[in-house]
Nanobody
């Protein structure tokens, strides 16, 4: 069983930064690839970023490249999403996800957190 708990969301202004954290409760953290997806009001869930088992490989959606960074700390069973230069279009619920197999379709992965709200005002 894998449990994921996100934190770090909030209300910020355009241009600000936020760092989301996700603690993953599992005895085999290193066996999972990790990622973030988001869902804006009235829209489908979309992949944002993902990171491989050893952290050597990452994926970021075109809409966040150059602004968002994903990294993981296996000693803390935690994955982070550093979000810089936030835009109002980034407003969404952000979900942490885990999967045993690598692909960039984070929104289709197997294990999910409950989500954390990010709101960016203009």
């Amino acid at each position: 069983q894998v449990q994921l708990v996100e934190s770090g969301g909030g209300l910020v202004q355009a241009g600000d930064s936020l760092r989301l954290s996700c603690v993953v409760s599992t005895r085999t953290f290193s066996n999972y690839v990790l990622g973030w997806a988001r869902q804006a009001p009235g829209k489908e869930r979309e992949s944002v970023a993902a990171i491989t088992w050893n952290g050597a490989g990452t994926y970021r959606a075109d809409s966040v490249k150059g602004r968002f960074t994903i990294h993981r700390n296996d000693a803390l069973n935690t994955v982070y999403l550093q979000m810089d230069s936030l835009e109002p279009e980034d407003t969404a619920i952000y979900y942490c996800a885990a999967n045993r197999e690598w692909n960039v379709y984070v929104h289709l992965w197997n294990f999910w957190g409950q989500g954390t709200q990010v709101t960016v005002s203009s």
